[in-house]
């Protein structure tokens, strides 16, 4: 494979047209970039967790149609898929709440992350919002190291969002942690 995405594939819902309706929207920024390259001609593949329920489905569905091979194919009875509510802004911001405690994105695991996966590609993606709690932070720690260890590229999104974490300086030592990995680093205000 060219890339392996490791992270949150969640549900993002986005306002509808109607006042105070949503719409459901395939989301999670790793998921997103894989499948962005997917559709650029790239052989990829996502490790992330899904939950056994409609929308886990749905998203599974949605990597396979983009042609992205999906490393954790089971889906999770543990927890469902996350979900994200999005508030767009007239000035273009937005902000997200999520339906997270836990979310089965959570709950993969450093047993998930497959050596072999790693060897086979030649850059991992990952991003900080699956790295918000364990044993997920582990996993994706896990996967970026190996990459770094067997000479592959490393791109990392700093994707901060505010109610995931308990704090900026929580964010900012657990990417301190994983930055002698990264080979991209993608920053934002």
């Known amino acids: 494979m060219d890339v ?9 819902f ?6 105070h309706s949503y719409i459901r929207n395939p989301g999670g920024a790793p998921a997103n970039a894989v499948i ?20 886990g489905r ?4 949605t990597l396979e149609a983009d042609r992205v091979k999906v490393l954790c194919p089971e889906l999770m009875k543990e927890a469902i898929t996350t979900m994200a509510f999005v508030t767009l802004y007239e000035n273009g911001e937005r902000s997200f709440t999520f339906a997270r405690k ?13 050596e072999e996966d790693i060897r086979s590609c030649r850059l991992v993606h990952a991003g900080s919002v699956n790295m918000t709690k364990e044993p997920a932070r582990g996993a994706d720690t896990k996967a970026l190291r190996l990459a770094h260890e067997m000479g592959k590229l ?15 300086a929580d ?3 657990v990417v301190d942690e994983i930055l002698d990995y990264v080979d991209f680093l993608k920053i934002s205000e």
Request: with cysteine.
């Open 36 to 55: 962005a390259m997917a559709r650029n001609g790239l052989s990829t593949g996502f490790i992330g967790r899904l939950g056994d329920d409609d929308f």
């Open 102 to 114: 836990p979310g089965a994105d959570m709950l993969l695991s450093e047993e998930d992350v497959k």
């Open 14 to 19: 986005t306002p509808g047209k109607e006042l």
């Open 154 to 168: 490393v791109s990392f999104d700093v994707n901060f969002r505010d109610t995931l974490w308990e704090s900026e």
């Open 171 to 173: 964010c900012k030592a």
């Open 58 to 61: 749905f998203l599974k569905e």
């Open 4 to 12: 392996i995405s490791i992270g949150e594939m969640l549900i993002d």
